[in-house]
């Protein structure tokens, strides 16, 4: 029985029945039936043209608010605005400077300089870039053809953090190192004369600035000073000390009469910001900076009756905005931005940038 044909034709039959029934064939047209879907009622955000807002002053700055976004990724640090106010470069630990139309919002032009950028200064006419990085090198790239049209080298370590300068004039570069040392080129040659390596500091540069005229040089380290230098002869002019915590950023006032600093650590040392008096080294002014702030940004309006902030890697998420004179508190923005640092108030003075740890650059304007 066991070996019986009918046997085999009831398992063939059970088998049968199991099996999943073929499907029919459909006779729908599928781009037909595609056509018929709902279209979507969303548009994309238009734009916003950030060349349109007004000057932002003593006056108005209680109505400052954020008034656009740009995304680029976690690595995008920090950021610089052209001088002719068109574009914006953001930068950081990817290696890559990104240009930003400030009309369209788009990115028009990436240049790379692995594998981390520290620091990135414009020409005075927005045709060129210097950037800095970890690689020991200054880099020099052409906007329009996105050339690189020189590579300065001398440094012994990496380029300290926002510590690429170019002069008023267009002549020179600077760039701090890691290992506090101070190198300037001649832009047109590529030279480093002997005299402009400039030494004096005793722990990595993390912030240097021009002053207007082009004479001097101010840096900023984690020796806890200032120090600005005799651009002609390489000397050291004047040490500015009460910094009890690592200064993180230097910038020279419109007129080149003063000079403002941010210092602070993550244990909460330190946290202020200081204006002094250039000619004479004096402190004019202290206020409070950010909580638990360390390589915080600084930075004047154009007209230098305000100040703006950042509190760097470990911070209160906030830009911070002081009256200069009296160094004032005046306005505190709000970002929504995971750990805030490079903060820069456009050349017209109609907005500040501010960028972030997770890749959001976000505008700041006054909105009437």
Request: glycine share 10%; proline share 5%.
């Amino acid at each position: 029985m066991r070996n019986s044909p009918y046997f085999f034709v009831v398992l063939l039959l059970f088998l049968a029945s199991c099996a999943p029934s073929p499907k029919a064939t459909s006779t729908s047209n599928p781009t037909k039936a595609q056509e018929t879907l709902p279209t979507s009622t969303i548009t994309p955000k238009p734009p916003v043209d950030l060349s349109t807002f007004p000057v932002i002053s003593l006056d108005n700055v209680d109505k400052l608010v954020m008034v656009e976004e740009y995304y680029g990724n976690e690595s995008e640090i920090s950021v610089v605005f052209n001088p002719d106010g068109k574009s914006l470069a953001s930068f950081g630990a990817d290696g890559t400077i990104r240009l930003w139309d400030l009309t369209t919002g788009y990115e028009f032009t990436r240049f790379e300089h692995p594998p981390e950028v520290a620091g990135v200064a414009f020409n005075p006419d927005g045709t060129m870039i210097a950037s800095g990085g970890s690689d020991k090198t200054v880099r020099l790239w052409e906007i329009k053809t996105g050339t690189e049209m020189a590579v300065f080298e001398g440094h012994t370590q990496g380029i300290g953090w926002q510590s690429v300068a170019w002069s008023p004039d267009g002549t020179l570069v600077a760039a701090g190192s890691r290992s506090g040392v101070l190198h300037i080129w001649e832009v047109e040659t590529g030279l480093e004369p002997a005299v402009l390596r400039l030494r004096g500091h005793q722990d990595d540069v993390h912030g240097i600035s021009f002053s207007p005229d082009g004479t001097l040089l101010a840096s900023a380290s984690g020796d806890d000073t200032i120090r600005i230098w005799d651009v002609e002869t390489g000397n050291e002019k004047i040490i500015l000390l009460g910094h009890t915590a690592d200064v993180g950023d230097v910038a020279f006032s419109p007129d080149g009469a003063l000079l403002v600093s941010i210092s602070g650590n993550i244990t909460g040392k330190d946290n202020t910001i200081r204006v002094w008096d250039v000619n004479s080294g004096k402190q004019i002014t202290q206020a409070e900076s950010h909580g638990d702030s360390q390589y915080g940004d600084v930075s004047f309006s154009p007209d230098g009756s305000l100040l703006v902030s950042s509190g760097g890697w470990q911070n209160d998420g906030m830009v911070r905005i002081y009256d200069t004179s009296t160094g004032e508190l005046e306005k505190v923005l709000e970002s929504s931005a995971n750990g805030v640092l490079g903060v820069s108030f456009s050349p017209d003075g109609n907005l500040i940038a501010s960028s972030s740890l997770d890749g959001i650059i976000q505008f700041w304007g006054i909105a009437e």
